[in-house]
């Protein structure tokens, strides 16, 4: 068996940055090598400020770092020194050409290969960590076979699916559910390389929760991992709008069917729809890959889980245009959060993004206040012609003053602990709240005089008639 002594990751990102730290917490003879094209990415790895907020990463980066962690833009350098490679670039949406809008974009994937192939002068294990469509081990492994200059080099590949939630990332890393391995393991030398990462995760994860698989299970258990994670929410989403119109509360639902130990309580959150970077691409790819096995109703299955999650996002906007007297237009609306959950700055795919677009488009002007996310992110994500009608504000408190409503769109920790009183004080009346996340004292609330819109509650009679949104 080999023993890993040089690992290294290609891509820093949101995997590649936690996953690597950890590896280098809980194996000191382990040398850690992270490296990614982009040099601001690298170089923010290098500083005292992380380039991604996630709870705890600081602390163990700072303490790993220069000893056996480095981030570095010398890919090939690295690749040439390690016996193990993971990849961990971006897999997103295709934006053009074939399966544009659904199938899983590899460019990157296939450069990482490529770079992988030139400069490897040894054997190495290739790890997937990104997510990627059933089968790519093959694709990878003819460009790697096909690529590589020097004679007899020997590439494994190995299929390590990345489990991690972000905003929990440590934590997930720390004590992860399962690892999961997918190897040749129907070979000898396929067998030695699932092994040897075996060893690397034994230094903390218990083995009875390292899983080994066949390479095409384990590529598909993650995509399937993320469509049944989203398929619960918007079943509970499909729920909070049955809820509403029948009087029933979406909260007390899934504390009921939570209850039953078959469907469990995790991940039965109504919201205003599932954000982040995995879900929605993973599905879209999932479906498109039962579209090319001309499996058309499985496709039509998962895509209606997508499709679900858009309904609630703009059943969300209807509903605040139809509470405020049909119109918004000129109204100030703030919206407290922008990331796509707590804990995190990311806000790729966040829920905010439509609903500000959504909000935008009837002729609100929108005050948008997150802890951890920068005004320039949020003019990324809007865009120009948004711009003109958002404010990014520095505190929920400039957000909150002269607003006809707020909409909170993350549920960050501190919303609740605003003093919602002073809150209602500085807001036009009537003054609005439009909790996508339930995660305020509605009660409280309607004492002090708001008028609230809990999604999946029962309805405030000052919103009865709005119903069918
Ligand atoms: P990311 O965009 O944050 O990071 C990817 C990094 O790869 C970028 O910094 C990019 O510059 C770099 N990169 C791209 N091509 C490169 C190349 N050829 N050489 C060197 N660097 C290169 O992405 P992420 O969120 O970390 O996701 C990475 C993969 O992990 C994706 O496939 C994703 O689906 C999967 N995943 C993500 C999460 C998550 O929570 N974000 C969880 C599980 C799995
Ligand atoms: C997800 C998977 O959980 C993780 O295993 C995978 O590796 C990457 O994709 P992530 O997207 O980081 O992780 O966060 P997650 O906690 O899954 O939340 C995704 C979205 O669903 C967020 O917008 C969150 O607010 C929303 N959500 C989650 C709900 O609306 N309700 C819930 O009950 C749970």
Redesign the pocket.
């Known amino acids: 068996m080999v023993t890993v002594t040089k690992i290294c990751c290609?891509?820093?990102?949101?995997?590649?940055?936690p996953t690597m730290a950890m590896i280098a917490q809980k194996c000191p003879d382990i040398e850690v090598t992270v490296?990614?094209?982009?040099q601001p990415?690298i170089d923010a790895w290098n500083s005292s400020e992380l380039?991604?907020y996630e709870p705890g990463l600081d602390e163990i980066v700072f303490a790993r770092r220069g000893k056996n962690l480095f981030f570095s833009t010398d890919?090939e350098g690295a690749i040439r020194k390690c016996e193990m490679i993971f990849v961990?670039?971006?897999?997103?949406t295709k934006k053009t050409g074939l399966g544009k809008g659904k199938a899983?974009d590899l460019?990157?994937?296939e450069?990482?290969a490529r770079?992988i192939a030139a400069c490897s002068e040894s054997d190495k294990i290739i790890v997937e960590?990104?997510?990627?469509p059933v089968r790519t081990a093959e694709a990878i492994e003819k460009v790697l076979q096909r690529n590589c200059p020097h004679e007899g080099v020997r590439f494994d590949i190995l299929s390590n699916?990345?489990?991690?939630?972000?905003g929990t990332?440590m934590t997930d890393l720390n004590a992860p559910d399962r690892v999961l391995i997918g190897g040749k393991i129907e070979n000898p030398e396929g067998q030695a390389a699932v092994d040897a990462l075996v060893e690397v995760y034994a230094n903390w994860v218990p083995r009875a929760q390292i899983l080994t698989a066949n390479l095409w299970s384990a590529e598909l258990s993650?995509l399937a991992a993320?469509a049944f994670l989203a398929q619960r929410i918007s079943s509970i989403n499909a729920m909070s709008a049955l809820c509403e119109a029948t009087g029933a509360d979406v909260k007390q639902v899934s504390h009921a069917i939570g209850t039953d130990s078959r469907i469990g309580p995790k991940f039965l959150n109504a919201s205003v729809g599932f954000g982040?970077?995995?879900f929605q691409?993973?599905i879209l790819n999932l479906a498109y890959i039962c579209e090319c096995h001309g499996l058309h109703e499985v496709a039509n299955y998962w895509h209606s889980v997508v499709g679900m999650n858009d309904y609630q996002k703009s059943r969300f906007v209807r509903r605040m245009i139809s509470a405020m007297f049909n119109t918004i237009s000129g109204k100030k609306i703030a919206m407290l959060g922008f990331a796509f959950k707590k804990d995190t700055g990311?806000t790729?795919e966040s829920p905010a993004i439509d609903v500000g677009h959504g909000l935008i488009e009837d002729g609100a002007k929108l005050n948008i206040y997150d802890p951890k996310v920068a005004a320039d992110q949020i003019k990324m994500d809007m865009g120009d012609e948004a711009m003109k009608r958002i404010t990014c504000c520095t505190s929920h408190t400039e957000a909150l003053t002269g607003a006809h409503a707020v909409c909170i769109m993350t549920e960050w920790d501190e919303f609740k602990e605003y003093d919602w009183e002073a809150i209602y004080g500085v807001m036009e009346k009537p003054a609005f709240v439009f909790d996508g996340r339930l995660i305020l004292d509605h009660q409280k609330l309607k004492d002090i005089g708001f008028i609230v819109y809990a999604l999946g509650k029962p309805l405030d009679p000052f919103l009865k008639g709005a119903e069918g949104v």
């Open positions: 290609i891509g820093a990102g949101y995997v590649g940055g490296v990614d094209i982009s990415r380039p991604i890919v961990s670039v971006n897999t997103p899983a460019t990157y994937w450069l990482a770079t960590k990104s997510t990627v699916p990345e489990f991690l939630a972000e990332a993650k993320n982040g970077s995995c691409k993973d990311d790729r």
